[in-house]
């Protein structure tokens, strides 16, 4: 199965996270692609205004499946090796996924503020199949 990330490429946060990612999965099942590359976003039907309200995970196997937000930090964090064990944890603590729900909002609402943006879009060394071209 192959899913695709989308993120912010200007965030140094996000940008972070997502080379994070690229080391432990090494391309064999996330691609990624930035939230700039509108053109390619236009075929998964997503808009900038819909990039806003967090990170995106589509499968690709099946697009009309899609997390959005902490929903899909969570099930990128379950797909990985051991993920499904600390993940269902996580969801079965009283309140904390609350409380990580808050946490994610405030960080993606002021992620500039408190990471800095980047100069240039990162452009992931596993890009989507679907293109990757800023606009």
């Known amino acids: 199965m192959t899913y695709h990330v989308i993120y912010d490429g200007n965030c140094n946060l996000c940008t972070t996270l997502v080379q994070l990612l690229e080391n432990l999965d090494r391309g064999d099942r996330f691609r990624y692609i ?9 075929q998964f039907e997503i808009t ?18 899609r997390w959005q937000g902490s929903d899909a930090a969570e099930e990128i964090g379950r797909l ?3 993920g499904e064990v600390f993940v269902g944890a996580y969801r ?15 960080v993606r609402d002021n992620r500039y503020q408190l990471f800095g943006k980047r100069s240039q879009t990162y452009q992931s060394n596993y890009p989507s199949c679907c293109g990757n071209s800023p606009s």
């Open 92 to 106: 079965a603590m009283p309140g904390l996924k609350w409380a990580g729900d808050r946490v994610y909002e405030q």
């Open 34 to 42: 930035p939230m700039q590359d509108e053109t390619t976003l236009q």
């Open 80 to 82: 990985l090796p051991g």
């Open 48 to 65: 900038s205004e819909d990039c806003e309200m967090g990170m995106i995970l589509i499968d690709a196997d099946q697009p009309e499946r």
